[in-house]
């Protein structure tokens, strides 16, 4: 019996043992994606804590966290077997944050002030449902076969799509939504948020108030080589500094979403790897950097948060997005926007149109030319905050498509070549979901 209990007791000592170096140092990141997952997608999009803990959090480890919802607090708590409880709140207009102990929930606190106009039009330029229109020149038996073959069969969960929208010509030529959502759903961008952050630095420079090819304005670089750094690196990727953007375990980028309380600051105090210009390397750290620069040009933080959909996010009428905000309350524009599929598709279509939104230029042509040239050593990957095909990445997709990319495969493609826009949200993401065949079905079905 001793020997047995001491088999046992090593069994277990291992297991602990490896628990500790595997594990544990995850929990936090575990129950704080939990947390702030079933916040964001509970007070944003009515989801039920069951389809999210199917959908959202369907992924490796999520199934550890044991998750609540307090709807009279609003706000949602996480642990990993009673350890590492994590609490994110939702706060109306600013959305889920994911929250420390130290974090005074009752402070009061700011929020953007919105005007959400209405229009007598039709969809995309107005809220009325789009036109029932026909084009002779498209093969509609090959588009529904390329829109449809994006989505599961009954019982299947290996491409998770969860919405697939089409504009040609300014129409609307498909649209098809998987089982519980709809046209009203909100969904997370996740890094298609970064091209929202872009557009509005293209927005500042258009009005004369920030020049994206001078030096950072940033006083911590100041006296050393990263005062070379440019905002144009910093859209680009290319400053050379370090990061991490590993998300399958503990790095620069999940510690910043899940642990930092002003992520502005995370890339900011990272050291210069590489001259600028020199080396390209992804990174979520840099857009929230960006994120406070753009804080930084406004003398308020009101005049901040309106800024963002005064300029660009109710100007072209994408009324449903929210974009979170950290702890410190400045916007995650690398990761945190919310919209529906159709206003999604609307930030689409002011980059197809080359920055004009129905007649008002709110971006200059330059500017769209600038997103879309490939970034130096991204071998044609990349341009400012947006992803290109130059390199051929999908090799039966023209390759002037560029568009907004995000982590599960959320994608706004851009065909300036073809009066084309492509919106598709869902949970797999290339290779593992097919964004080749589905992009070059949907522009097959356009006859030449």
Not at 54 to 65: P, V, Y
Not at 148 to 157: C, L, P, V, Y
Not at 183 to 198: E, N, Y
Not at 429 to 443: K, R, Y
């Amino acid at each position: 019996m001793k020997k047995i209990f001491k088999i046992l007791g090593l069994s277990l000592l291992v297991f602990l043992v490896y628990f500790s170096y595997t594990t544990y140092p995850k929990l936090d990141l575990i129950s704080g994606f939990s947390a702030k997952s079933l916040s964001s997608g509970h007070f944003i999009d009515n989801r039920s804590q069951e389809m999210i803990e199917n959908g959202d959090n369907d992924i490796e480890l999520m199934d550890l966290a044991k998750n609540k919802i307090d709807e009279k607090g609003k706000f949602a708590t996480s642990s990993v077997y009673g350890l590492k409880q994590r609490k994110a709140i939702y706060r109306e207009g600013l959305g889920a944050t994911l929250i420390n102990s130290y974090f005074d929930a009752t402070k009061p606190y700011e929020v953007p002030r919105r005007t959400k106009t209405t229009t007598n039009l039709a969809f995309p330029y107005g809220k009325k449902e789009p036109k029932d229109t026909t084009f002779a020149t498209i093969d509609y038996a090959k588009l529904n076969a390329a829109v449809a073959n994006a989505f599961d069969k009954n019982g299947q969960k290996t491409k998770r799509t969860r919405s697939v929208l089409v504009i040609y010509k300014d129409q609307m030529i498909a649209e098809k939504y998987d089982t519980g959502f709809h046209k009203d759903s909100k969904i997370l961008g996740w890094s298609m948020t970064k091209s929202i952050t872009s557009a509005l630095f293209g927005i500042m420079q258009k009005q004369g108030k920030i020049d994206i090819f001078k030096p950072a304005p940033i006083v911590e670089w100041a006296n050393d080589e990263r005062a070379k750094i440019t905002i144009a690196n910093l859209l680009n990727m290319n400053s050379g500094l370090e990061w991490d953007e590993n998300y399958d375990g503990i790095s620069d980028v999940t510690k910043m979403l899940f642990l930092a309380e002003n992520m502005s600051q995370t890339q900011l105090q990272k050291p210069a790897q590489f001259k600028p210009n020199s080396h390209w390397n992804y990174s979520s750290g840099t857009t929230n950097l960006l994120s406070g620069i753009l804080r930084n040009q406004f003398k308020t933080h009101q005049e901040y948060l309106d800024f963002w959909y005064s300029a660009l996010i109710d100007k072209i009428g994408m009324n449903s997005m929210i974009v979170e905000t950290d702890m410190t309350g400045n916007y995650v524009g690398s990761s945190y926007g919310w919209a529906t599929t159709r206003d999604w598709a609307k930030f689409g279509l002011l980059y197809l149109h080359k920055g004009n939104w129905n007649g008002e230029q709110i971006l200059d042509e330059s500017w769209i030319k600038f997103t879309a040239t490939p970034t130096n050593t991204s071998s044609g990957n990349y341009g400012a905050h947006f992803w290109l095909n130059t390199g051929g990445k999908f090799p039966d997709v023209p390759k002037d498509m560029f568009y907004c990319s995000g982590y599960q495969g959320q994608m706004v493609a851009i065909f300036p070549n073809h009066d084309l826009v492509i919106v598709r949200m869902g949970l797999k993401e290339d290779p593992e979901f097919d964004f080749n065949g589905m992009l070059s079905g949907i522009v097959g079905s356009l006859k030449k």
